[in-house]
């Protein structure tokens, strides 16, 4: 299987947010009017509209964090290959030794 690797750089939220609804991606990013200045552009209004309807979802984002900290804190937050296909490889070993840590510890000390 090939996974397609786009890069983009985004330099002000407008262009992310175009990018993003143009796309079709499910984009949760806290949009909101100032004490003086109101959303303007028509992408960011889509944006704060997703993130009104979907706060309770957003606020949750703290248990998909603390995830990536468990896979980071033992084995590091860098991939010692250049080569994606590696990469990869290493990440879900990573993976699955966290997950069957956690399953021998639920055992141990349950």
Do not use: W
């Not at 028509?42 to 964090?65: D, G």
């Amino acid at each position: 299987m090939r996974v397609k690797i786009e890069c983009y750089a985004f330099y002000s939220i407008n262009s992310l947010a175009k990018h993003l609804l143009q796309k079709e991606h499910f984009a949760l990013i806290p949009t909101k009017d100032t004490f003086r200045q109101k959303v303007k552009n028509p992408y960011q209004k889509k944006l704060k509209v997703l993130y009104e309807t979907n706060k309770s979802f957003y606020k949750k984002r703290n248990v998909i964090e603390n995830f990536f900290i468990k896979i980071k804190n033992p084995f590091g937050d860098k991939e010692p290959t250049s080569c994606s296909s590696l990469a990869k490889k290493f990440i879900l070993m990573k993976l699955l030794l966290v997950n069957f840590a956690t399953l021998i510890a639920l055992l141990f000390f349950s």
